[in-house]
């Protein structure tokens, strides 16, 4: 049984939106204090661009900052990234990642994460 399933990419034009889905497991969601949205380009390394821990306190990268919105509900365990205003560069598979044993911030490196998701593709063209 898959612990993290993400859903919602989809292609859309530059200055669109898409809302990103992750159900998860109740035991990895309830286990995880900090859940996070990671992208990961062609030939680039996998970067978290919005981290919320279990009080639902959210962190965002400074490149996504004011664009992009994440949320969950406890409810039905799952997990949201709320993109809008949507750019080229923002094009990129995202993966939902979840953890513990460390603040939980952008900053921490995708190694520090212990389950994640298969990823969904977002294409924006221009």
């Known amino acids: 049984q898959a612990q993290l399933v993400e859903s919602g990419g989809d292609s859309v034009q530059s200055g669109g939106s898409l809302r990103l889905s992750c159900i998860a497991s109740?035991?990895?969601?309830?286990?995880?204090?900090?859940m996070a949205w990671f992208r990961q380009a062609p030939g680039k390394e996998r970067e978290a661009v919005a981290t919320?821990?279990?009080?639902?306190?959210?962190v965002y990268a400074m490149s996504v900052k004011g664009r992009f919105s994440i949320s969950r509900d406890d409810a039905k365990v799952t997990m949201y990234l709320q993109m809008n205003n949507l750019k080229p560069e923002d094009s990129a598979m995202y993966y939902c990642?979840?953890?513990?044993?460390?603040?939980?911030?952008?900053?921490?490196?995708?190694?520090?994460?212990?389950?994640w998701g298969q990823g969904t593709q977002v294409t924006v063209s221009s």
């Open positions: 990642a979840a953890g513990s044993g460390f603040v939980c911030l952008p900053s921490v490196s995708f190694r520090g994460y212990s389950t």
């Open positions: 109740k035991s990895t969601y309830e286990r995880s204090v900090c």
């Open positions: 919320i821990d279990s009080d639902g306190r959210p």
